[in-house]
């Protein structure tokens, strides 16, 4: 029998995927598993199917826990794990199959820190619609870093739901999902497992099925947006400074582009919250654009596109209620994107 791996289930009220998510995991062709639910305070039926489910497989560990968000659920998760090897699923996904054989396999073969597979986007009739995926290939601690935008852009860098991880490196490491933050807690976590890693490898295959659930794709407004995902650039720069990654021109370009966007997004997020004034808003914006490193970015930056062009000189111009106006605009369709 092969080594261990510990899969962590988080769930909030999802009983109405829960029993096919936790069937594609006790009927993987992989047999050494070890499946950890953690309920994070579900008022549905959610907790009684963990239950039912831990009654007829000894190989299941539930764990009841109050509401207090996603990663607290991954956390214990991670806290109560005792494989060698550790996966994390969404309670409204399913794995395909062969998944853990195929990834253990690899991480095995390869002799390698991390395993990133591709993945199936299905909708919500359970048909694939796209495959994110790219090919094989083996990369060093500073090649993931050097492409991490490339990867994250590719879809496959930000979700913990489509890797192999070794616990080990995660447990010595003290690596945790961030509690404090309720946006980038996945990628946060992510980066600090990169940090740590020797060698990783990505294999074209996908082996994860990733529902998307329209009950959750609607946009939720955080006041502290801006805020949650600085911190979450600070991690991503403190990986950077390892191997000097900003140093290289291409990897500096895409980085200020991907703060270019956290900007766009959070304004988006000052203009559709409804709690604040147009004043507030005006100065919520103002504070965001007089932070020391978006000033620097947005001073120097090149952007395509026509949008992205008149939001940099309405930015250079300070003309914040114009920027409300046009961004409200395009977010509620009244301006085509």
């Not at 720069?237 to 991907?258: G, R």
């Not at 004043?279 to 026509?306: A, M, P, S, W």
């Not at 000189?313 to 605009?329: D, G, Q, S, W």
Request: charged content about 25%; some cysteine; hydrophobic content about 40%.
């Amino acid at each position: 029998m092969g080594k261990k791996v510990s899969v962590i289930i988080p769930i909030y009220n999802a009983e109405q995927y829960l029993q096919k998510c936790i069937d594609s995991v006790i009927s993987q062709t992989y047999k050494n598993i070890e499946l950890v639910l953690v309920n994070d305070g579900s008022i549905d039926n959610s907790l009684s199917i963990c239950r039912r489910n831990s009654q007829i497989n000894d190989n299941i560990i539930v764990v009841d826990s109050p509401n207090k968000g996603v990663s607290n659920a991954r956390n214990i998760g991670i806290e109560r794990a005792t494989g060698t090897y550790i996966m994390f699923v969404d309670a409204d996904d399913e794995l395909d199959l062969l998944a853990i054989d195929k990834l253990v396999s690899i991480i095995e073969k390869e002799e390698t820190d991390l395993v990133i597979c591709g993945y199936n986007k299905c909708n919500t009739n359970k048909i694939s619609i796209e495959q994110i995926a790219i090919n094989d290939q083996r990369l060093t601690n500073k090649d993931i870093i050097l492409k991490f935008w490339d990867f994250f852009n590719a879809g496959i860098m930000n979700a913990p739901w489509n890797k192999l991880y070794k616990l080990s490196i995660i447990k010595e490491n003290k690596i945790l999902y961030p509690t404090r933050i309720r946006m980038g807690e996945d990628g946060y976590f992510n980066v600090n497992y990169l940090e740590n890693c020797n060698d990783v490898f990505i294999t074209k295959d996908c082996l994860y099925n990733y529902y998307e659930n329209p009950s959750q794709s609607s946009k939720n407004v955080f006041n502290n947006y801006f805020e949650m995902m600085m911190e979450n650039f600070d991690n991503i720069e403190e990986m950077f400074k390892k191997i000097d990654a900003l140093s290289h021109s291409k990897v500096k370009e895409q980085h200020n582009l991907e703060i270019f966007n956290v900007v766009k997004h959070s304004i988006d997020h000052v203009v559709m919250n409804k709690s604040l004034t147009i004043k507030d808003k005006k100065n919520k914006i103002n504070t965001i654009f007089c932070h020391i490193r978006i000033k620097e970015i947005l001073k120097y930056i090149r952007v395509n596109g026509i949008q992205n062009r008149v939001f940099l000189v309405l930015f250079r111009f300070k003309m914040y209620y114009t920027i409300i106006y046009i961004r409200k605009m395009l977010l509620t369709g009244v301006i085509k994107k």
